[in-house]
């Protein structure tokens, strides 16, 4: 498995840590803190809920960080983690519908077909100044499935390997491709035509004022 | 081969992510040459993808950080539980 660039920092961290230097813990969570929170609140959608489960993951991977083996990344089991505290609480509040119907509602239901275009132009970065078009993203990552969105958000989001990804989210490789091509279809569908708007304008093809 | 459109969306999410076979990137490639919707649906679904990485669509609470690092101060402490 290929290792994190800052796997050395990250093992150095947990031998100290574990050796009395608890203050150390607050540089090891940090670049985790994104990852955790997208996912709890693609979880339970709830940003106070999400932020009070962020911090309970926080304190869990502390009082457990001599359970981590460094067979995955630091990330990917703080992830897990992350995702058990998300389901434990749904699970309380009986909102329990993810993970564990999987199996039951099957994967295949869903139209995934793409929306037709016949040309593309670039939409740029810098459209994202824009907080409309942040907004517009936001919103059809947000009405995904669980599932999707969850594979999506690793993936694309947070850049994570499908490997990585599997494992945080305890399903297989294949689940995850079949996931993330299938959020992705669907994002492709819902905004293709809503971001042409956002395209530059432009020469020939320009349709400005 | 020749494969159709179909062929190719099911295919589109591998073929971003560099995770199709050589053998079926070349059909992909020869379909994309003469077929202008499967061109825009492919660059419409990578703009799309590289757009939600961007960190500016999903931002963190503000004081996010500062309150979690707060909570496990004590946590943090010598005899902290």
Redesign the interface.
Same mark, same amino acid.
């Given at each position: 498995m290929t290792k994190a660039p800052n796997a050395e920092f990250e093992a150095d961290c947990i031998r100290r840590i574990l050796a009395?230097e608890?203050?150390l813990?607050?540089e090891l &969570? /940090?670049p985790c803190?994104?990852a955790i929170?997208?996912l709890l609140i693609s979880i339970l959608h709830n940003?106070a809920d999400a932020?009070d489960a962020?911090?309970e993951t926080?304190?869990k991977v502390? /009082?457990n960080l001599q359970l981590f083996r460094g067979d995955s990344q630091f990330k990917t089991w703080v992830l897990s983690i992350a995702r058990n505290e998300g389901l434990g609480r749904l699970r309380k509040t009986d909102r329990l519908r993810e993970d564990s119907l999987d199996a039951l509602t099957g994967e295949d239901s869903g139209d995934?077909?793409?929306?037709?275009?016949?040309?593309?132009r670039? &939409?740029p =970065?810098d459209a $994202?100044e824009k907080k409309e @078009? =942040?907004g517009l $993203? /936001?919103e059809a &990552?947000e009405g995904l499935p669980d599932i999707y969105r969850n594979a999506?958000l690793l993936r694309? &989001?947070e850049?994570m390997d499908v490997n990585e990804t599997a494992t945080a989210l305890g399903i297989t490789e294949g689940s995850v491709?079949v996931r @993330?091509?299938r959020a992705? =279809?669907l994002?492709?569908r819902k905004?293709?035509h809503k $971001?042409k708007a956002f395209a530059p304008k432009r020469g020939l093809f320009g349709r400005g004022k | 081969m020749r494969i159709d459109c179909e062929h190719v969306w099911d295919h589109i999410s591998a073929y971003i992510d560099g995770d199709v076979d050589a053998a079926l990137r070349a059909d992909i490639n020869k379909h994309l040459e003469t077929c202008e919707i499967c061109s825009a649906v492919l660059d419409s679904t990578r703009n799309v993808v590289v757009l939600i990485a961007d960190g500016r669509v999903f931002e963190l609470p503000t004081g996010f950080s500062d309150r979690l690092h707060k909570r496990l101060e004590p946590v943090l402490q010598p005899n902290g539980k």
């Open positions: 009395g608890h203050q813990f607050h &969570i /940090r803190e994104r929170y997208f940003e932020e962020a911090q926080a304190i502390f /009082r995934f077909t793409p929306a037709v275009l016949t040309s593309w670039e &939409i =970065a $994202l @078009l =942040a $993203l /936001r &990552i999506v694309d &989001i850049e491709k @993330l091509h992705r =279809a994002l492709q905004l293709a $971001l | -």
